[in-house]
Structures are given as structure tokens and as C-alpha cells.
């Protein structure tokens, strides 16, 4: 009975924190723990750093201009490659290694790492107004 009155009073000590907020938080989730995250860990960290912060390549975070671009660019870029004329190293082509669902969880990385601006202005780019 004793046992039975401790665990009813938390369980409600518990429910009450979680309706004021002052339940103890989960830790928010990596971008990097999603799917699109481990790719990028595991085929784009040599260029791009290992918190896409840039390096080789540019940056893929909210700091570079992945943002400016629609969703078809970024596509292209990731399949085709990137040749800037003059740059001292290429983007390769990943679309003979990355499946489009591959290359679609890279986008959705990116993007998890961008602001709400960049992302919106990124979607209307993109023609999801």
C-alpha cells in the first residue's frame, strides 16, 4: 500500500512538471544523428569540415550560400559535381554513388542547418511558397 501511495505521487509529481515546464528537457537531437547527417559525415566532411562550417568547399551552414539556391541547383550540384572556373579544387559528382533519396537527405541536412529565413527564402526559391 505504502509502495503503491509513492509511486501515484510520482507519477503525478511528474505530470505536473511536464504541464509547467519544469520537467527535466531531452536533449535536443543532432542534425548530424539524422540520416542526412551521417551521409554528410560520411562522404562530405573532408571538404565541407566536419560541422559543415566550410573548408575545401564552402559551408554548408547558415554561415555560406547553399541557402541561395533552389532546390534543383543543389540537386545538380551534389549528382553533376561543381566546376568553378579558376577555384583550386572541384565539387566530384556524387550521383553515381548516392541514391536521389541519398542526395534528398543531404538537402533536408542542409537545410536543418540553415535559419528560418534562409529556409524560407531558400522554399520560395525553390517555388514551395
Same mark, same amino acid.
Given at each position: 500500500?505504502? =509502495?503503491? !501511495? ?6 503525478? %509529481?511528474?505530470?505536473?512538471? $511536464? ?14 544523428? /539524422?540520416?542526412? $547527417?551521417? %551521409?554528410?559525415? =560520411?562522404?562530405? +566532411?573532408?571538404?565541407? $569540415?566536419? @560541422?559543415?562550417? $566550410? ?7 547558415? +554561415? &555560406?550560400?547553399? /541557402? ?5 541547383? %543543389? ?5 553533376? &559535381?561543381?566546376? @568553378? ?15 536521389? @533519396?541519398?542526395?534528398?537527405? %543531404? ?7 540553415? +535559419?528560418?529565413?534562409? @529556409?524560407?527564402?531558400? /522554399?520560395? !526559391?525553390?517555388?514551395?511558397?
Amino acid at each position: 500500500m505504502k =509502495q503503491a !501511495l509513492v509511486n501515484s505521487l510520482s507519477l503525478s %509529481l511528474v505530470a505536473f512538471l $511536464g504541464l509547467t515546464g519544469c520537467a527535466p528537457s531531452q536533449p535536443a537531437i543532432s542534425p548530424f544523428d /539524422s540520416p542526412g $547527417g551521417r %551521409l554528410f559525415l =560520411q562522404h562530405c +566532411t573532408d571538404c565541407h $569540415g566536419e @560541422r559543415a562550417q $566550410g573548408g575545401v568547399g564552402p559551408p554548408l551552414d547558415a +554561415t &555560406g550560400h547553399a /541557402s541561395d539556391h533552389p532546390d534543383s541547383e %543543389l540537386i545538380r550540384g551534389i549528382t553533376q &559535381g561543381v566546376r @568553378r572556373p579558376g577555384a583550386s579544387a572541384e565539387m566530384p559528382a556524387w550521383g553515381g554513388r548516392l541514391s536521389p @533519396r541519398e542526395v534528398q537527405q %543531404l538537402i533536408e541536412f542542409m537545410k536543418s542547418l540553415w +535559419t528560418d529565413d534562409q @529556409r524560407h527564402v531558400q /522554399s520560395v !526559391l525553390t517555388g514551395n511558397k
